[in-house]
């Protein structure tokens, strides 16, 4: 497996050296390199790109900035000078992190950690999904879930026979669009619902125990077409 990555430093020596490193890694094909988000912006637009090795500090915009306009299957590692970002790296999704001046070695452990995490992804297995929560990567199984909600920047999926939700930074409607339709839909803008594990409806809501979700009106046509198939 190949990811396609691209460069994005406002210095070129680091941006130089980052080449070098990506160059040699042989799972790592280098699609460019930027000197500012604005210019990787075109090589976004024109291919598909997998990961980026982007720099935090740059002007005009930097790459925290940047990062949060990405699409969600665009992956990102940070490199930076200043190790105060790390914590607000990761509430963006980062995979990782490069603290300069960066090691070979420190390169290629992040750049598995991100192959690692795309070969999950594009695993073969369709009873589960995988999904960052924190600093760890889950696997949910698809049976296990109740339902989803979001919340602002972050999905909650709640399991069947745990309380604690598992929370994760990524986006509703791609999130809607890769689960299985014939088993998963959604019902309202913050609420996606597993309906092989739909019990009891009362009044246009959805009743998980104690959680009463509602069927808005935007989705209520496909949720009656599937509840017309189940009547008997």
């Not at 130089?16 to 490193?21: E, F």
């Not at 999904?129 to 924190?134: E, L, R, Y």
């Not at 092989?196 to 509602?214: A, C, L, S």
Request: proline fraction near 4%.
């Amino acid at each position: 497996m190949k990811l396609k990555c691209i460069i994005v430093d406002d210095e070129p020596l680091a941006s130089g050296l980052l080449n070098s490193y990506a160059s040699q890694t042989p799972f790592l094909e280098v699609a460019g390199v930027y000197n500012s988000p604005i210019e990787a912006l075109r090589a976004i637009n024109s291919q598909q790109i997998d990961l980026i090795f982007l720099d935090i500090n740059m002007p005009k915009m930097n790459g925290l900035e940047f990062s949060k306009t990405l699409p969600a299957h665009i992956k990102v590692i940070f490199t930076t000078a200043y190790d105060q970002y790390a914590i607000e790296g990761f509430k963006v999704n980062a995979l990782d992190y490069l603290l300069k001046p960066i090691s070979y070695s420190d390169f290629l452990q992040a750049s598995n950690r991100a192959l690692d995490w795309f070969k999950m992804v594009n695993a073969t297995e369709t009873d589960s999904i995988f999904v960052k929560s924190g600093y760890r990567i889950k696997k949910l199984k698809l049976d296990d879930i109740l339902y989803i909600e979001n919340q602002k920047d972050y999905v909650k999926f709640y399991l069947e026979n745990q309380q604690k939700p598992i929370s994760s930074l990524m986006n509703m409607q791609q999130l809607s669009e890769k689960l299985p339709e014939n088993t998963f839909m959604r019902v309202h803008r913050s609420f996606i619902v597993n309906l092989d594990k739909v019990q009891t409806i009362e009044r246009n809501t959805i009743v998980f125990g104690k959680v009463y979700i509602p069927v808005s009106d935007t989705y209520r046509e496909k949720f009656n077409k599937f509840l017309s198939k189940r009547f008997i």
